[in-house]
């Protein structure tokens, strides 16, 4: 267990779920030291602001190739000495030697219940698919996009009337649960990742890694 375990986070957009991660530490055991985004006008930054925590942007468009961009970021994530990186809505493909730099501290939350739906648009992917369930996946960051070990999933069920917005909603509920849930998880070290491997409490989980549905979510919140 960690005092003052260091997340920096990483995203690109709106930020809601960096609030969720923000709003939920000081009943967690980890505190947010930085948060960097790729789009200079990115909400979340101002989020992070209003919440005390230091930010920088990096517009990616201002450098040349991607291995030179994810360089500098690292060199700037780097000042905040994090113990974790954490990915929240950060839409940009990370450079090999980003991911290698980062190998076990690295975390990213995709809106599907992987190993289905990797990519965009996965609502409607799984609405097409006729799938009679959609969720969330937490998972550590490989080279593959949308793989590696998962940690933690969301799970809900698809009911005739949902639409790629109502899943949206649903999803991004759980996911402001199960976030700051899985960071506090990892910060505490009840989870671990050993050979690609997740425990909890030293009990091997699945590939699936500890699942949680969103019935349960709703009596937890
Ligand atoms: C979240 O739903 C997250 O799962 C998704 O981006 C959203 C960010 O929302 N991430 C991915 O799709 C990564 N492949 P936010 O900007 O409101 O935090």
Known sequence: MT????VVVLLSGSGTTLQAILDRQEQ???QVVGVLSNRPDAHGLERASKAGVDT???DHKRFSSRESFDLELVKRIDEFKPDLVVLAGYMRILSRAFVKHY???LINIHPSLLPRHKGLNTYQSALDAGDKEHGTSVHYVTEELDSGSVV?????DITDVDTAKTLEQRVKVM???????AIDWIASGRITIQNDAISLD???LGPQGYRIS????ATAN
């Open 56 to 58: 920088c942007s990096l």
């Open 214 to 217: 969103e019935k349960s979510i």
């Open 175 to 181: 996911e402001h649960h199960l976030y700051p849930k």
């Open 3 to 6: 005092d003052n375990y260091r």
């Open 152 to 156: 933690m999933q969301a799970t809900l």
């Open 28 to 30: 967690y055991c980890y």
């Open 103 to 105: 190998q076990g501290k």
């Open 202 to 204: 030293k009990k091997p």
